[in-house]
């Protein structure tokens, strides 16, 4: 399956925006879906995931509270609203796809099978 994300950009803290990742080549509901991000000089993080039919979602500790995950299986879209940025959350932010038989999401991304090209989201304090 191949991934396009998009939607990042430069906001000021406090502010949100929406990031789509859209997926093709094959059936988008046999993968779970996750978001990743990289800040500067750090290790990739886990964001967020949502389950094959949206019907569980998991977010980072950190940013929980401040996440929507979401899925269009129609569209074969994951979507993932960002509010109350913070100059903290400036990174890459990739969605991954995770082939799987289960109703289960994983935070771990040696899970995931195929990755998106990031899409950067900076945060100006």
């Known amino acids: 399956v191949q991934l396009q994300a998009s939607g990042g950009g430069l906001v000021q803290a406090g502010g949100s925006l929406r990031l789509s990742c859209v997926a093709s080549?094959?059936?988008?509901?046999?993968?779970?879906m996750g978001w990743f991000r990289r800040a500067p000089g750090k290790e990739r993080e886990f964001v967020a995931s949502i389950s094959r039919a949206g019907t569980r979602t998991n977010y980072a500790d950190s940013m929980k509270g401040r996440l929507a995950i979401s899925r269009d299986n129609v569209k074969n879209t994951v979507y993932l609203q960002m509010n109350s940025l913070k100059p903290e959350d400036t990174a890459d932010y990739y969605c991954a796809a995770d082939f799987t038989v289960t109703g289960a999401t994983s935070s771990h991304s040696s899970s995931y099978d195929h990755w998106g090209q990031g899409t950067l989201v900076t945060v100006s304090s």
């Open positions: 080549g094959r059936t988008f509901s046999d993968y779970a």
